[in-house]
């Protein structure tokens, strides 16, 4: 049993950057695919980011080419979301979420372990 811990949310402009942290716990980290999901108010859970239990594979959702970045530390045993050029469209509730698939999905159902989720603000 894996659980996951967010931390790192906040307020921040448009424009500016944010990193969000997950720590884990339980279970054996590095045989994990790893990833982010959020939701914004009024919205359906959406994939943001992922990668792979190798970490070499990172798929990204269209709205975060270019702007976030993924990265896992199987040694401290946290994965990172960094974000940059942030939008007011990226508000939302940010979930950490470990599968034992190799590569994960997009689908938030093939997804076994979830964070409680992390606010993130970005004003205008």
């Known amino acids: 049993q894996v659980q996951l811990v967010e931390s790192g949310g906040g307020l921040v402009q448009a424009g500016g950057p944010l990193r969000i942290s997950c720590t884990a716990s339980?279970?054996?980290?590095?045989?994990?695919?790893l990833g982010w999901f959020r939701q914004a108010p009024g919205k359906e859970r959406e994939f943001v980011i992922r990668?792979?239990?190798?970490?070499?594979?990172?798929y990204y959702a269209d709205s975060a080419k270019g702007r976030f970045t993924i990265s896992r530390d199987n040694g401290r045993n946290t994965v990172d979301l960094q974000m940059s050029r942030l939008k007011p469209d990226d508000t939302a509730v940010y979930y950490c979420?470990?599968?034992?698939?190799?590569?994960?999905?997009?689908?938030?159902?093939?997804?076994?372990?979830w964070g409680q989720g992390t606010q993130v603000t970005v004003s205008s």
């Open positions: 990668v792979s239990r190798s970490g070499v594979t990172t």
């Open positions: 339980g279970g054996t980290f590095s045989t994990y695919a």
């Open positions: 979420v470990a599968s034992p698939n190799f590569y994960g999905t997009s689908n938030s159902d093939d997804w076994e372990y």
